[in-house]
């Protein structure tokens, strides 16, 4: 399901070279070597209207695209095969042919992964065996597509940015304040100033006193929730770095962020409950932390030893071996 931010306007006139300047900045695009799909679903809100007509074709049924003449795909979209040309060129594959075989490489690589056809998207009248399947096979594959395509080097960037960090303050409201609590929470069990806040008022008063040294991290699905890309503009105003995790790369957060972390979730029928989403940003924070972790191993260790003795007493008594577990210690 598409995100609800407006459609972006397109961003003008090539350059000297015949480049799109809307695809020459790096820290906004995805790995060309990744999914294609993946890849059009990200950049699908950002897309001028005739080549989204496009995307959708090609996201409708990838392996008949494969297999079709640009013609096709044109009159298919209701367009031009000179939008089905820019559309190529926006997405970063350089023309239809190159498209033709990423789609066919792709489709050829799904089928291999797995075999189980679940149908898609989840239909109300589903039985809860074919929704326990399809809801798992979405998670699953929003976390495979979501490692495909993450940028180590951008990820490498932000560890070391979180693991240096003077304080790290998470923004995120809704669904993303649990991810954006989950980070904090992990952050602050070895031993790292971490903040999270998913209030509006209270972020903005808290991105009000960041300084060059601290870290704000947002956390929005769609890259467009306003609370959350005011917090990250306020932050960097103050001398924060800032730090986007969305899966849309072109999305308002991006142009308040310093660094840009990408998920590759797609949504079922049932998007307000935020389900593939959530775990996609899960996987990437969990990432971050053992990152961070890593950076600092010595002082993790005695950290996560200390906060587990600390409620180790409000355990119950039994071991999950069976046996009984000190009173002294909850061990």
Request: proline fraction near 4%.
């Amino acid at each position: 399901m598409v995100s609800n931010f407006p459609t972006a306007e397109p961003a003008g006139p090539p350059n000297a070279n015949g480049d799109d300047p809307a695809t020459e900045n790096p820290a906004q695009e995805r790995d060309n070597d990744g999914s294609p799909l993946v890849r059009i679903r990200s950049l699908l809100p950002g897309l001028a209207r005739a080549e989204q007509r496009v995307a959708k074709v090609v996201l409708d049924d990838p392996s008949a695209v494969a297999r079709r003449s640009i013609t096709e795909v044109a009159l298919a979209a209701n367009t031009s095969e000179t939008t089905v040309t820019r559309f190529c060129k926006a997405i970063g594959v350089g023309g239809y042919p190159q498209l033709r075989i990423a789609l066919a490489a792709d489709t050829a690589r799904s089928a291999a992964r797995s075999t189980r056809n679940l149908g898609g998207d989840i239909a109300y009248d589903d039985d809860l065996a074919a929704v326990v399947s399809k809801v798992s096979f979405a998670d699953a594959r929003a976390v495979e597509e979501t490692a495909e395509q993450l940028d180590i080097a951008a990820l490498e960037r932000v560890i070391g940015l979180l693991a240096g960090a003077n304080r790290v303050d998470v923004y995120g409201v809704g669904a993303s304040a649990f991810v954006a609590a989950d980070l904090q929470q992990k952050l602050h069990r070895i031993g790292r100033v971490s903040f999270a806040w998913s209030d509006t008022h209270i972020m903005l008063t808290s991105a009000a006193v960041l300084k060059p040294g601290d870290v704000a991290v947002g956390i929005s699905h769609t890259g467009a929730t306003t609370d959350t890309v005011e917090a990250l503009r306020a932050a960097k105003e103050h001398g924060a770095t800032t730090v986007a995790l969305t899966n849309f790369p072109r999305s308002p957060i991006s142009e308040v962020a310093d660094h840009v972390l990408t998920t590759a979730a797609r949504e079922t029928t049932f998007r307000s409950g935020a389900t593939a989403s959530r775990i996609a940003q899960l996987m990437v924070v969990d990432c971050l932390f053992i990152g961070v972790a890593q950076q600092h191993m010595d002082e993790a260790v005695k950290a996560l030893d200390a906060t587990r003795d600390a409620v180790g007493t409000h355990r119950l008594g039994v071991r999950p071996d069976g046996r009984r577990r000190s009173r002294e210690t909850g061990k």
